[in-house]
């Protein structure tokens, strides 16, 4: 028997409220890993990947955190690059190469870069479309500390969430090496 028309109705207005209502209801928490060397602030709960593969050049460690949400995703990984990556290439030469990499892997088309520095480690930012994928925008972060590269990731996202979603998980991210770019101190506690 078909249900009445006004009730496919109703359910359908009950499921796009409690859509509406759970995208809304982020839960922002500081992850902080120590064994992939950073900080960031993430809306919700992460999933965690740890492998170590072996190439020509030697063993490269890889840590992936993502957290999916239904308006963006978010994802820091960490490749701890071999030591004879950082002997035959620049530091320019590994972002270049991890642009193409990146961008090969996606299928996608880079839509922007631009070089900059985060407490004087060479880092970039890139802008791209997935136009086969989706029509959501994509941005990556690459950060190279040393033999370390970071690529933080927000994307695809609703441009809608640019401000309370993506701007702040990209202000949020630092990286904490020990030995090599400690974590900035935490900010004292406000006096009243």
Same mark, same amino acid.
């Given at each position: 028997?078909?249900?009445?028309?006004? *009730?496919?109705?109703?359910?359908?207005?009950?499921?796009?409220?409690?859509?509406?209502?759970?995208?809304?209801?982020?839960?922002?928490?500081?992850?902080?890993?120590?064994?992939?060397?950073?900080?960031?602030?993430?809306?919700? /709960?992460?999933?965690?990947?740890?492998?170590?593969?072996?190439?020509?050049?030697?063993?490269?460690? +890889?840590?992936? +955190?993502?957290?999916?949400?239904?308006?963006?995703?978010?994802?820091? /990984?960490?490749?701890?690059?071999?030591?004879?990556?950082?002997?035959?290439?620049?530091?320019?030469?590994?972002?270049?190469?991890?642009? @193409?990499?990146?961008? *090969?892997?996606?299928?996608?088309?880079?839509?922007?870069?631009?070089?900059?520095?985060?407490?004087?480690?060479?880092?970039?930012?890139?802008? +791209?479309?997935?136009?086969?994928?989706?029509?959501?925008?994509?941005?990556?972060?690459? +950060?190279?500390?040393?033999?370390?590269? $970071?690529?933080?990731?927000?994307?695809?996202?609703?441009?809608?969430?640019? /401000?309370?979603?993506?701007?702040? $998980?990209?202000?949020?991210? @630092? $990286?904490?090496?020990?030995?090599?770019?400690?974590?900035?101190?935490?900010?004292?506690?406000?006096?009243?």
């Amino acid at each position: 028997m078909k249900a009445p028309r006004c *009730a496919l109705l109703a359910s359908s207005v009950l499921l796009a409220a409690s859509l509406a209502a759970s995208a809304d209801e982020v839960r922002w928490r500081t992850l902080r890993s120590e064994a992939a060397g950073f900080v960031a602030r993430v809306p919700g /709960e992460p999933s965690y990947e740890y492998s170590r593969e072996w190439t020509l050049g030697g063993p490269v460690a +890889y840590h992936h +955190y993502e957290v999916a949400l239904a308006r963006a995703s978010f994802d820091i /990984e960490r490749f701890e690059l071999p030591a004879a990556a950082v002997i035959f290439y620049s530091d320019e030469g590994l972002l270049d190469r991890a642009r @193409d990499d990146l961008m *090969a892997e996606l299928d996608a088309r880079l839509e922007g870069e631009e070089a900059f520095a985060l407490r004087g480690y060479p880092a970039r930012r890139l802008r +791209y479309s997935r136009p086969g994928v989706h029509s959501h925008p994509e941005e990556s972060r690459l +950060y190279l500390v040393g033999r370390n590269l $970071f690529i933080v990731t927000a994307g695809p996202y609703d441009p809608a969430s640019r /401000e309370t979603l993506v701007d702040p $998980f990209f202000a949020s991210f @630092d $990286f904490c090496l020990e030995g090599l770019a400690p974590c900035p101190a935490p900010p004292a506690p406000a006096s009243e």
